[in-house]
C-alpha cells in the first residue's frame, strides 16, 4: 500500500506442503490428521470462491476462525511431543511460527488463503529466465515484461491470449488517440 503499512500474509500451500512431505515419507498419523484438519480450511475456501467480499469474509469468521483456533490448539499440543529436530516436529514449527501470517486470510475478504495463483501465473517467467539475456537491453526486458503481464492476465481472466493480442493489434493502427488511456 502507498505510504501504508505492509502486513505479513503467508501461505497455506507452502505451509501444508512441509506436513504433505512428512506425510508421504512416513505415513505419520499425526501428519494425516493436520492435513485433514487443514483440508477442512480448502473445503469452506472452494465454496466461497467468487462470492462477494463480505460474504467471503462473513463466511471465514463464522467457519474458518473455528477451525483455525481448533487446529491451533491441536498443533501446539501435539507439538510439544514431537522432537523439534524431527521433520514433523520442524514442520509444525513452521506453521506455529507463520500462524498470525497464515491467519491474516480469515479476517480479510479480499485475501486469499495461499498464493498458488499468482505463483502459477510467475511459473513462465521464472522457467524462461536464461532466455530472457536475448532480449537484447532494459528497454526490451521491459517489453518482455509488459508483453507477460497482459498474457498473464488474460489467461487469469479466461481471455485466449493470442486471440486478444491479434485483435488489439487489428484495431489498434485505427484507434482514435484520444480514446487511449
Known amino acids: 500500500r502507498e505510504g501504508g503499512a505492509l502486513t505479513e ?11 504433505h512431505d512428512v506425510y508421504i515419507s512416513s505415513k505419520s498419523a499425526t501428519a494425516e490428521e493436520a492435513l485433514k484438519r487443514i483440508s477442512e480450511l480448502y473445503a469452506i475456501e472452494d465454496e466461497i470462491r467468487g462470492l462477494p467480499e463480505s460474504e467471503r469474509l462473513a463466511a471465514r469468521q463464522q467457519r474458518s476462525k473455528a477451525l483455525l483456533t481448533s487446529l491451533h490448539e491441536w498443533m501446539v499440543e501435539k507439538n510439544g511431543t514431537l522432537s523439534k529436530k524431527s521433520r514433523l516436529g520442524e514442520a509444525f514449527s513452521y506453521v506455529l511460527n507463520q500462524w498470525d501470517a497464515l491467519c491474516y486470510y480469515s479476517d480479510d475478504g479480499l485475501a486469499e488463503v495461499d498464493n498458488n495463483t499468482a505463483e502459477r501465473a510467475l511459473r513462465a517467467v521464472c522457467l524462461g529466465k536464461k532466455n530472457y539475456v536475448f532480449f537484447g537491453s532494459d528497454h526490451g526486458g521491459e517489453r518482455g515484461a509488459l508483453l507477460y503481464g497482459l498474457i498473464g492476465t488474460c489467461r487469469l481472466n479466461g481471455i485466449d491470449p493470442e486471440a486478444y ?14 480514446r487511449v488511456d
Open 9 to 19: 500474509v503467508a501461505c497455506w500451500a507452502h505451509a501444508r506442503r512441509k506436513i
Open 165 to 178: 493480442l491479434r485483435h488489439i493489434l487489428s484495431v489498434l493502427p485505427e484507434w482514435p488517440s484520444n
